[in-house]
């Protein structure tokens, strides 16, 4: 009698171990082949701050906007030629920073990025186009009716624009850019994940009025109002 309970024992004991090792075999294998939606998204990187007096050649000082305050070395970015727009104090930027090395890898000034830019219009030349980048991730285009700018957004270092083409419908095309130059009046950039013969450079100036002519193509002075009552 003994014998058979013993017998009884170890064939529930082999049968429990032998489920517990099929379950965790399972386990395993569901969490290996299982992938987050949220790992298939590329996440921004990008931190976001105000530029703060403890800047100086080679130091990005910074306070983030959850609150933090950061010290980056910018020597790795000022070599590769990727500080753009110039560092003010109280100025918006974004930065990208080495993930093993904690320096600044990419500086945008994004007070400098605002603005109205334009270029000579590409078909004949003799009028501008361009876009008009506002505070809130607004885009806007300037006197061009065959793309409609709708939104911008810094995206690990990079330049994502919203827009719509003429004939397009309501269907919005998101293009990502490598900025490539930012100063007080120009910018410029380059489109990214595009074939060769798809990639295009945009090179704009800032947007300024021009001075008033006369019929001889003379410069005109702006006159003292009061003068003119006289």
Request: overall charge negative; hydrophobic content about 35%; glycine content about 10%.
């Amino acid at each position: 009698m003994k014998k058979v309970s013993f017998l009884f024992v170890l064939i529930a004991s082999l049968s429990v171990l032998g489920s517990c090792g099929g379950s965790g075999k399972q386990q395993a294998a569901v969490e290996k082949d299982s992938v987050s939606v949220e790992d298939l998204i590329p996440r921004d990187k990008t931190i976001y701050g105000i530029c703060t007096e403890g800047t100086a050649m080679n130091t990005l000082e910074m306070i983030t906007d959850s609150g933090d305050t950061l010290r980056l070395n910018l020597e790795k970015a000022s070599e590769s030629g990727k500080v753009f727009g110039g560092l003010q104090v109280a100025d918006r930027i974004a930065v990208v920073v080495d993930k093993d090395t904690q320096d600044a890898q990419i500086v945008i000034n994004l007070n400098t990025l605002l603005g109205d830019w334009v270029m000579p219009d590409p078909l004949d030349g003799s009028d501008e186009i361009g876009i008009r980048i506002k505070e809130g991730g607004v885009a806007e285009s300037i006197d061009q009716s065959t793309i409609i700018y709708r939104t911008w957004k810094i995206f690990n270092g990079d330049l994502e624009i919203l827009l719509v083409r003429e004939g397009g419908g309501d269907e919005e095309e998101e293009n990502r850019y490598e900025i490539l130059a930012l100063g007080p009046d120009t910018l410029a950039y380059r489109t990214l994940n595009k074939p060769k013969d798809e990639i295009e450079t945009f090179e704009y100036n800032r947007w300024k009025e021009k001075p008033k002519v006369d019929l001889h193509g003379l410069e005109l002075e702006d006159t003292n109002d009061e003068f003119n009552k006289i």
